[in-house]
């Protein structure tokens, strides 16, 4: 007879974190968080921004997303840039030089007059922005044993959502001030540009504490003697086994961020739009009508965000489950159909739920980018590769926010009133939609990597 062993055998325990882990992961977690919190402060301030810097000389939301495409632009170059110098000189130090380079462009934002600096400092943001995230991974997936690293990188991402629900927070509170006459009004943005300047304190703890994982110390007295190249751009092209899920996972990234920032994020423009029309009906002053609108998209950020929170964890978990290329099959499928669903009928406050569970399909997608990625290269190209698919793709996907504009004035052709106008965006942002399926069908093309280790040469 069986002697039920099997039923009663305990599983095999996880390896116990060090306190230099834990400490890595606290670290990469703050830097990636902070700079969620930057990105999120533009996004909410970019259409008071664009008012107060336009004098009345140029659409609001053209411009906006002509901002937006300079800003991820500058993301863009950025990840080629510090992504490669991370694999040379050491994720810790390099993670150092983008938190205090994206920091310190976002509060001299607050000081921009016009939309020409005001979009060179947007540039300046997105290098540090765009350095951050393939440091980040590239530092816990290489300090981490394979046990742990999925799920730490999961987290990791979802503890972004926490600086995005930050922001939101700080568009609330100083539309508060603003509504009460404490700031003047139309010009809360600056305030939430000089806050999101705090994160460079942090640099004190990275230059001074953080380690460089052993993993890549090793590896990296290694390549000295045998003269391998560490965060070379000529052996992740020269070489068809990181060539092709350098390009193919570049594709996969493109499609979650354009759906992400040339869509996703235009949330805040769509929210006040219905608001104003919804305020102006009931007789409100232009003061009030301001403070109201900063208030509301503020809240909408958070709602959305803990939506986003919630859906980089369950990503996270079905890609540990099920496989990561089944999971972003589900996940690319969910945010095609919630985000047409969001911009065709949300219609009022009535209506905010939709946008957590637009942030749970659209963001619960970037959880899988943090854990995919960095198990598609070696750890001397491990940083570069990860950089180069979710941020050099970025290249591309700058083009949304154009593209969006674009779409939209071409839509309302021949408008005159407000609301004909903000169907015109509505269309837009559903026609853009169809993005998610480039991601569905780049995935098909990748390997599946659950359950083997990272590659090394």
């Known amino acids: 007879m069986p002697s039920g062993n099997f039923a009663t055998a305990s599983p095999i325990p996880l390896p116990k974190l060090t306190r230099d882990q834990w400490f890595i992961f606290t670290m990469a977690a703050l830097a990636w968080m902070f700079d969620c919190l930057d990105q999120q402060l533009f996004t909410l301030a970019r259409n008071s921004a664009m008012k107060a810097l336009l004098h009345g000389h140029g659409d609001t939301k053209v411009f906006g997303a002509y901002a937006t495409s300079i800003f991820v632009a500058g993301w863009a170059t950025g990840g080629l840039i510090f992504g490669a110098v991370g694999d040379r000189i050491g994720r810790a130090k390099t993670l150092t030089i983008t938190v205090l380079l994206y920091s310190l462009s976002t509060g001299l934002s607050a000081f921009a007059t016009g939309w020409a600096d005001f979009a060179f400092y947007r540039f300046l943001t997105g290098l540090g922005v765009g350095g951050v995230f393939g440091l980040a991974v590239a530092l816990v997936a290489d300090s981490f044993p394979d046990e742990r690293r999925a799920n730490a990188l999961g987290n990791l991402q979802a503890l972004s959502a926490l ?51 052993e993993k890549w110390v090793k590896a990296r007295e290694a390549g000295r003697l ?121 219609n009022g406050i009535k209506d905010m739920w939709m946008s957590a569970v637009m942030g749970f399909c ?58 004909a106008k903000l169907q015109a965006f509505r269309s837009a942002c559903c026609w853009m939609s169809l993005v998610f399926l480039v991601g569905i069908v780049a995935v098909l093309f990748l390997p599946e990597t659950k359950g083997r280790p990272m590659p090394e040469d």
Not at 385 to 408: D, E, H, K, M, W
């Open 226 to 346: 045998t003269g391998v190249r560490f965060g070379s751009y000529v052996s992740l092209f020269g070489e068809a086994r990181w060539r092709k899920p350098a390009l193919l996972g570049m594709v996969l990234c493109v499609s979650g961020v354009v759906g992400l920032w040339g869509i996703g994020f235009f949330a805040p423009e769509l929210v006040g739009d219905v608001l104003e029309r919804s305020l102006r009906a009931q007789g409100l002053g232009v003061q009030e009508i301001a403070s109201k609108k900063t208030f509301w998209i503020g809240a909408n950020s958070i709602i959305q965000n803990v939506g986003a929170f919630f859906g980089m964890l369950t990503l996270s978990k079905m890609a540990q489950r099920f496989g990561r290329k089944k999971a972003f099959i589900v996940g690319f499928s969910a945010a095609l159909f919630v985000t047409v669903g969001y911009f065709a009928l949300f």
């Open 362 to 419: 659209q963001l619960g997608l970037f959880a899988g980018f943090a854990i995919y990625l960095p198990e598609l290269f070696p750890t001397r190209l491990r940083s570069t590769g990860t950089s180069f698919c979710y941020n050099v793709g970025r290249f591309i996907a700058a083009s949304g926010p154009f593209t969006l504009g674009r779409l939209q004035v071409t839509l309302a052709n021949g408008a005159t009133t407000p609301d």
């Open 163 to 213: 600086g995005n629900i930050m922001a939101g927070l700080i568009s609330m509170f100083l539309g508060n001030l603003e509504g009460k006459g404490v700031i003047n009004t139309g010009e809360s943005w600056k305030y939430m540009f000089l806050i999101g300047a705090l994160p460079a304190f942090l640099c004190v703890f990275l230059a001074v504490r953080l380690k460089e994982p």
